[in-house]
């Protein structure tokens, strides 16, 4: 698979442009903070209204991504639904749609922030799930090692010649894999915020979203 | 003809006046549906426009709403209630005048709804408010006459659109309301009768005698300005020099930053000290009234002001302005220079300071332009939809509406006389269902139709957060600006604002000019600038928004025509030299041809094309000469626009801009290109928030860029890929095409110049290209040559941390 190839507690990890992390000797894909149905619970909620979009394009992103590695497994690392209200209220296209994904594969979905009690879908619902030497968990744990989370959508900056680039990212050290967001209408959090920089050691890489996605020592 | 009643004519004889032949004209017409008065500040323009409220309303007045008065100043307002009462209380007649703004109480308000005064005093922002409740009917029953003040300045933006949307609402509740436009400089008048008077009424034109010519020239200075830069700081001591010879001057600039750098300056060179003071919109409301009440009170010599102070407050004795840097656009010229001399029949004493050598060509030109009475100004094109999405959703706070009824009220407005039943019904259906992308969710419909017909809200909780997203003024995100510390006499002193952005990227102890002071950035609190006090330290420089505005195509054809005269006009030494200069490395533009010129800056290969077709041209023509590169491998980084030129930059050199510039080839698919930029997402971001797409103010939240969880990009991006047809998309088109306007004008160049150009390496910056790299709003490309940049970087840092 294209994407960015690394070693990660000695096993071989690709982050794919899209933003989703693969695991090749597993046959494992993990994406995380879908936040499926979020212009829905923002209309509800007397928020923005927002065109329903994001999750029919965040679905059509998945799919490729899971025909193109031919994926076994997929986790869904936490704050999939944008609330449980939300998992319940998406369209019928779309629940099929994301029906027909999970047919033929193992599906984990753990449990969120935004998401923490069963959802309907079927699938495997988990606090965490441990596949050594990975922990595959919503929000980093102090102290944790060989842990994938998500929960930040962690953002980067790059300042090239008068210019500023800013993209998603993943973020990496020996320690911890902190994923980008996968959802389409998720903002996100800069690198140099404190939450982030007390999070990660200082040799930290921050792996921009790109096709190819982009190595950069961690903004901080 | 209404003559004045005998209370009036005793007023008018005790201070040894008679009535202007306008303000005589004004009483004449007091019936008509629409008028619109032109006359020169200082005109008593004012009492013009009110005369016939006064009149009829006479000694002891009925209760009730009567006249109200529209400005697009809340200070004007204020202001105007002084001015008024002053005639009110001498002749004793019992006119209750009250204003309204955003600074109202909320006590203050309710009570005005109960009780309206005579005359209410109010801005376009707060009629829309007044017009969103439900007891609208019975407040403006009875109104008789609008006074629409400063008229020319709404009719520019969608402040206008939307009061004259206001305005037919009103006009359906008080059959027989008048309408009168007060107006100080106009370039077409019946364009600006068309906008006002109720289609299809006629609309009178009463222009005032505009008084004796100003008194205009450029200010020469023993320094040569600089080549570039905008802030005229060289000529300070001749400025002082200035200000010291008068009673008060104003100080114009264009731009806040450029009036603190100014006004900074000023004070460090004040060895007179001279009391001085800084009026712009950035500065917090406190520190703006003290300076007002000191120039009122005439112990200021001097204001370094903006666009603020652009419109009339009627301040004291102001016997010269300078404008500092070119003024871009004749009309408001003429404004600024209007703001001195108040007495009606003597000559506005004004002088101009070009900020720069090029400047030096334009100020010229502009006093040409001035003295010969040629006052620029672009058509507006048909009312924006974004506006009528908004006021159909303030309607429906008021009460249920027919559709019908609501459509043949709002085609009497003159922005939107032409606006299609289907293009209205699409709005409607937009602010009703969300439009087609929206409509499958139930619960996000908006307004519903009864069994009646008429349309109504869904959820009468809905009026708050409309009320609360009222108006069409995009705010860019700014943040307070507060002294720091819990004692001490400045504590937690307001100073005004900064854009986020800019607050964004201060660190503690940078330090950054602020109504002239030097504060030094100490945290950032509750989302607060919290800062202290420094002296002596370079300071960075605050970025504020505000009006930027662009020199006028008119101007520009000016400036060009003067370059190509045989014979250059009577410049200063200094710029006929640079002018000389630019000949000898380069060339001067030449009829019937384009200049391009070619070179290297900070090793990367620059491309200059002088087109002289305005600023949108200008920025179009850079859309598509980058899309043309991109195409051809050429790795553009981005662009930049001014009114007479693009600059370009890129990986690599364009060796042939002939085939850049061909029409044809231009044209294939600058829609798709059109779409993807940066400019086109700054437009849909501002419609999309106008419409309620986007909401800035949520009950009981505080919404800001740094808070929105979503980014307006990433809304069109997801828009376009799977409704393209969306309304949104279809506003957002025309904006651009009307903000980018210029394919008519970028044909009509190459047509003239028939693809002959001028192409030069002059191996360096040139003269003429120089301004262009201090010009903001620049406007990146992204495409393969950002991309493998970024890329070069990020291996770059790396390997610098041992990473790779």
């Known amino acids: ?220 | 003809m209404t003559t004045l009643p005998p209370t009036f004519d005793r007023w008018f004889a005790q201070r040894g006046w008679t009535p202007h032949p306008h303000q005589q004209a004004m009483l004449a017409r007091a019936h008509e549906p629409a008028v619109i008065l032109i006359a020169p500040t200082g005109g008593g323009k004012t009492l013009a426009g009110f005369l016939p409220s006064l009149v009829e309303l006479g000694d002891a007045p009925e209760p009730g709403l009567h006249t109200l008065y529209i400005s697009p100043l809340k200070a004007l307002a204020a202001d105007m209630r002084r001015n008024l009462m002053t005639p009110i209380e001498e002749m004793g007649i019992a006119v209750r005048v009250e204003d309204r703004s955003g600074d109202t109480t909320q006590t203050r308000k309710k009570a005005q709804r109960a009780d309206p005064p005579h005359i209410l005093l109010t801005t376009p922002e707060s009629l829309a408010l007044l017009l969103s409740y439900e007891d609208a009917p019975r407040m403006f029953a009875g109104l008789k006459r609008v006074v629409v003040d400063e008229l020319h300045a709404l009719a520019e933006s969608k402040r206008g659109d939307q009061l004259m949307l206001c305005l037919s609402r009103l006009s359906a509740l008080c059959p027989g309301l008048q309408r009168v436009g007060l107006s100080a400089t106009v370039e077409d008048p019946p364009a600006l009768a068309t906008f006002l008077a109720p289609y299809p009424a006629q609309c009178d034109i009463i222009e005032a005698d505009p008084g004796p010519d100003p008194d205009i020239s450029m200010l020469t200075t023993q320094t040569p300005p600089p080549w570039s830069g905008g802030g005229g700081r060289y000529a300070i001591r001749e400025v002082l020099d200035a200000v010291a010879r008068h009673k008060t001057t104003l100080i114009f600039h264009n731009t806040r930053a450029q009036a603190e750098i100014f006004f900074h300056e000023l004070w460090l060179a004040n060895e007179a000290a001279l009391p001085i003071g800084i009026h712009h919109g950035s500065l917090a409301l406190e520190q703006r009234k003290k300076v007002e009440a000191a120039m009122v009170a005439s112990a200021l010599r001097a204001v370094v002001c903006t666009g603020s102070l652009d419109l009339g407050l009627d301040w004291g004795d102001v016997d010269l302005v300078i404008q500092v840097g070119a003024p871009k656009n004749v009309k408001r010229l003429v404004q600024r220079i209007g703001r001195a001399n108040h007495r009606y029949n003597a000559p506005s004493k004004a002088l101009i300071l070009p900020a720069n050598r090029w400047e030096v060509i334009e100020c010229h030109a502009a006093i040409e332009a001035v003295l010969a009475h040629d006052l620029d100004g672009d058509p507006r094109g048909p009312g924006p939809r974004d506006v009528l999405c908004q006021h159909i959703l303030i309607t429906a706070c008021s009460g249920p509406f027919d559709a019908t009824a609501l459509f043949d009220e709002v085609t009497t407005a003159g922005p939107y006389a032409d606006l299609s039943r289907a293009e209205f019904d699409a709005c409607l259906d937009f602010v009703a269902t969300g439009g087609y992308a929206l409509r499958a969710y139930d619960r996000w419909q908006r307004l519903m139709q009864r069994a009646d017909g008429l349309w109504q809200l869904r959820d009468p909780r809905l009026t708050q957060q409309v009320r609360m997203n009222i108006g069409t003024i995009i705010d860019t995100d700014t943040l307070k600006v507060r002294m720091k510390g819990r004692s001490g006499a400045s504590a937690g002193k307001p100073l005004g604002e900064v854009e986020e952005s800019f607050a964004a990227s201060l660190v503690p102890g940078d330090t950054f000019l602020m109504g002239g002071k030097i504060v030094r950035f100490e945290t950032l609190r509750e989302m607060e600038v919290q800062v202290s006090r420094d002296r002596g330290r370079k300071p960075k420089l605050a970025v504020f928004s505000g009006t930027k505005f662009s020199t006028s195509t008119q101007l520009s054809e000016r400036i060009l025509d003067l370059l190509r005269r045989p014979r250059l006009p009577d410049l200063p030494h200094h710029t006929l030299d640079w002018i000389a200069l630019q000949r000898e490395v380069s060339q001067l533009p030449r009829a019937g041809r384009i200049l391009v010129e070619s070179f290297d800056h900070e090793d990367r290969p620059h491309t200059c094309i002088y087109g002289f077709a305005g600023k949108n041209a200008q920025q179009t023509l850079g859309l598509m000469v980058t899309r043309w590169m991109e195409d051809a491998g050429l790795g553009p980084l981005g662009f930049v626009a001014t009114d007479y030129a693009t600059l370009i930059w890129s990986v690599s050199h364009l060796d042939n801009p002939a085939k850049a510039l061909d029409a044809s080839g231009l044209r294939d698919g600058l829609d798709g290109w059109l779409a993807e930029n940066a400019l086109m997402k700054r437009s849909f971001k501002g419609a999309a928030t106008i419409a309620g797409m986007i909401t800035r103010n949520l009950p009981g939240k505080r919404s800001s860029g740094r808070q929105a969880t979503f980014s307006a990009d990433i809304l069109y991006d997801t828009l376009r890929k799977y409704d393209p047809d969306h309304l949104l998309l279809s506003i957002t088109r025309d904006e651009a095409m009307r903000g980018l306007i210029g394919f008519g004008r970028i044909d009509e160049m190459l047509a003239r110049t028939g693809g002959l150009i001028d192409h030069v390496h002059p191996g360096r910056v040139t003269p003429f290209a120089a301004p262009l790299f201090l010009e903001v709003g620049k406007v990146p490309v992204e495409g393969t040559g950002v991309e493998a940049l970024m890329r070069a970087e990020a291996d770059r840092l790396m390997i610098e941390a041992g990473l790779a």
């Not at chain 1, 794919?16 to 619970?41: F, I, M, T």
């Not at chain 1, 923005?48 to 979009?53: H, K, S, T």
């Open chain 1, 1 to 220: 698979m294209k994407g960015y190839e690394f070693i990660f507690t000695g096993v071989k990890l690709t982050l794919l442009p899209s933003g989703a992390l693969w695991w090749p000797d597993q046959k494992l894909l993990c994406v995380s903070d879908l936040h499926l149905g979020k212009s829905e619970r923002l209309a509800r909620n007397g928020g923005a209204i927002l065109p329903p979009y994001e999750t029919r394009d965040t679905l059509h992103r998945l799919q490729t991504d899971i025909e193109t590695s031919g994926a076994r497994t997929v986790v869904c690392l936490g704050d999939s639904f944008d609330d449980v209200e939300a998992s319940e209220n998406l369209p019928e296209t779309e629940a099929l749609w994301l029906a027909r994904l999970m047919a033929g594969r193992r599906w984990v979905w753990i449990e969120g922030n935004h998401d923490p009690g069963p959802i309907e879908f079927a699938g495997t619902h988990l606090a965490e799930l441990l596949r050594p030497p990975l922990y595959f968990r919503h929000i980093a744990r102090v102290g944790a090692s060989g842990e994938i989370t998500g929960h930040f959508h962690p953002k980067a900056k790059l300042h090239v010649k008068g210019r500023t680039v800013s993209r998603p990212c993943m973020l990496f050290d020996g320690d911890r894999v902190i994923m980008p967001s996968y959802g389409t209408y998720t903002g996100g959090l800069w690198s140099d915020h404190s939450v982030l920089s007390r999070l990660m050691r200082p040799e930290a890489i921050a792996v921009l979203l790109g096709d190819p996605p982009q190595p950069i020592p961690m903004p901080r």
